[in-house]
């Protein structure tokens, strides 16, 4: 079992950053796959960023070049620097975990937390 617990949101203008941080608890948080996700109001949750355990990475279109996920297994968390944001980066950013390589389907990872909110202005 893995408890996943995001922070870092919050009201941002267009332009700016953010470094949304998940913990996770547990002693393997190495040998898991971690994802970021995002979801919009009236919209799915859509894959923003993935990283495995040895530190490969993926990422959506939307935030090539903008996003950087990154991870301490030391400190069981994942990151997600986010940089020119602009408001259609707006939604509740989620942090996912799975066991084996990474993924950008949703319905591949088995834990979840809670949801953290990010919001930019124009």
């Known amino acids: 079992q893995v408890q996943l617990v995001e922070s870092g949101g919050g009201l941002v203008e267009a332009g700016g950053s953010l470094r949304l941080s998940c913990a996770a608890s547990?002693?393997?948080?190495?040998?898991?796959?971690m994802g970021w996700f995002r979801q919009a109001p009236g919209k799915e949750r859509d894959f923003v960023a993935g990283?495995?355990?040895?530190?490969?990475?993926i990422y959506g279109d939307s935030v090539k070049g903008r996003f950087t996920i990154s991870r301490d297994n030391a400190k069981n968390t994942v990151y997600l620097q986010s940089n020119s944001l602009n408001p259609e980066d707006t939604a509740v950013y989620y942090c996912?975990?799975?066991?084996?390589?990474?993924?950008?389907?949703?319905?591949?990872?088995?834990?979840w937390g809670q949801g953290t909110q990010v919001t930019v202005s124009s």
């Open positions: 996912a975990a799975r066991q084996g390589g990474i993924r950008s389907s949703r319905n591949s990872y088995e834990y």
């Open positions: 990283i495995a355990g040895s530190g490969y990475t």
């Open positions: 547990g002693r393997t948080f190495s040998t898991y796959a």
